[in-house]
């Protein structure tokens, strides 16, 4: 698993318990899906369409670092499966994981749309590709 970003926790993303929030968390982990779906799948318009069962196994409090990571399970004709995990960099604990995301490729009708990728690329390789 490639945990690629890093976030502070501040005080905007504390719950009342001064924890973080679930809702920031899952936000968090939506938009680094996004991203990452994008720039695979080369569409901007890749939108989540399934997120399995959540368990979120313990916190974090203001000031401490955690880190978001991504791993491809499976490319599909329209979808990208992704499995994601999140750690707490201070206490080193895992905070939540996700086995299963599907993200959708669409065509500019909003319709599924094949994105012909079958393998995990690195823009370093597509630049020297050209
Ligand atoms: C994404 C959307 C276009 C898919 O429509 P759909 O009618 O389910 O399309 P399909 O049945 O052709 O499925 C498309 C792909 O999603 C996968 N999929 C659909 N429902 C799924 C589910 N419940 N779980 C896992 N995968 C699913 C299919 O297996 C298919 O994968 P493939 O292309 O690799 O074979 C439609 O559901 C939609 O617009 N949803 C809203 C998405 C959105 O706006 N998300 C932002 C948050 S609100």
Redesign the pocket.
């Known amino acids: 698993m490639n945990f690629h970003t890093r976030k502070w926790i501040k005080p905007q993303d504390l719950n009342p318990n001064q924890t973080l929030f679930g809702g920031r968390l899952l936000e968090w982990i ?1 938009e680094e899906c996004a991203l990452y779906s994008i720039i695979q799948l080369e569409n901007p318009k890749t ?4 997120m399995s069962e959540i368990d979120f196994r313990s916190s974090a409090k203001q000031g401490d670092i955690i880190e978001i990571g991504i791993e491809v399970v ?8 992704l499995k994601c995990e999140v750690r707490n960099k201070m206490t080193r604990e895992t905070i939540i994981t996700v086995d ?1 995301i ?1 993200m ?3 065509d500019e009708n ?3 749309k ?1 994105h012909g990728k079958t393998k995990v690329e690195f823009v370093k390789d597509r630049l020297e590709d050209k």
């Open positions: 939506d939108v989540t369409k399934y499976k490319f599909g004709s329209a979808s990208l499966t299963k599907v959708v490729a669409l909003g319709k599924p094949p």
